[in-house]
């Protein structure tokens, strides 16, 4: 093992997974990523994943590695110069769930405009960001409650035969031989939209899920699995919608128990 990658990382147990192409490497210690770092094997803008996360990350934003990343080269220092006037740059750390869909990230105010343009509607679209214990909907949030629309004005939600809502979901996915994971966004009890950086073969491959809560979801639920059909992989190429199979009972009625606690 790298000595130097070892100082680094104290106390470092095997608990990373690494996106390598289409497959995930792991569970991996923090030290030898890094020993694959400076060999060159992979680089800062690959993906990482371990228990606790919400969602893949460049190694390059995870913080447990920028502490090995490569600092920006020195400059020779400029000539002095007037300072400029302090300029606030908003974070693009909002996303927002409407129509079936998740969006962002949005700075403030650029989530602001879009809620404005589409004209969505204070209590059936939605608004989440890091920090928050899981989507809210715009009318109880400060941020947005004043240019949410509750009149009947609002344009209509898309209707399905199941109503979704969303969640913040972790979700383990077996296709044939092979493992991966993803963060389960909205759900139903016909089907489910799930994130992840590693994509299903296929529209129409047969999946297993295993979906658990996480630290940030509200409320909690019991642990399920699932088994059924890809029937649409996103555009962006970020993640895809699940159609349900067969529930059992009881995978069926803890979907029914968490939706009915999002209402």
Do not use: C
Not at 121 to 129: G, I, N, R, V, Y
Not at 138 to 162: M, Y
């Amino acid at each position: 093992m790298d000595q130097i990658g070892s100082s680094l990382f104290p106390g470092d147990q095997a608990e990373w997974f690494l996106a390598m192409g289409d497959q995930s490497v792991g569970p991996l210690k923090a030290a030898d990523i890094y020993s694959q770092l400076s060999q060159g094997k992979v680089t800062y803008l690959q993906y990482v994943w371990k228990p606790g996360m919400a969602a893949w990350a460049r190694l390059a934003d995870v913080p447990a590695f920028q502490v090995a990343a490569p600092q920006a080269p020195v400059t020779p220092p400029k000539p002095p110069t007037p300072p400029a006037p302090p300029v606030a740059v908003q974070k693009k750390e909002w996303f927002l769930f409407y129509q079936e869909q998740q969006t962002g990230p949005y700075t403030l105010d650029e989530a602001r405009g879009v809620i404005g343009v589409h004209q969505l509607d204070a209590t059936s679209s939605f608004a989440w960001k890091e920090g928050l214990a899981g989507w809210s909907s715009l009318g109880d949030l400060q941020e947005f409650s004043s240019v949410a629309t509750t009149s009947a004005s609002a344009q209509p939600q898309e209707k399905r035969s199941a109503v979704r809502k969303p969640i913040i979901a972790k979700v383990l996915l077996a296709e044939g031989g092979q493992v991966f994971f993803g963060i389960g966004r909205d759900i139903s009890v016909g089907g489910m939209q799930v994130l992840s950086g590693q994509l299903p073969k296929k529209v129409g491959s047969t999946l297993k899920l295993n979906i658990s809560p996480t630290t940030e979801t509200s409320p909690q639920f019991q642990p399920f699995v699932a088994e059924g059909v890809v029937v649409r992989i996103f555009e962006d190429g970020r993640g895809f919608s699940f159609r349900f199979g067969v529930l059992d009972e009881s995978s069926r009625a803890t979907i029914e128990s968490l939706i009915s606690q999002l209402n």
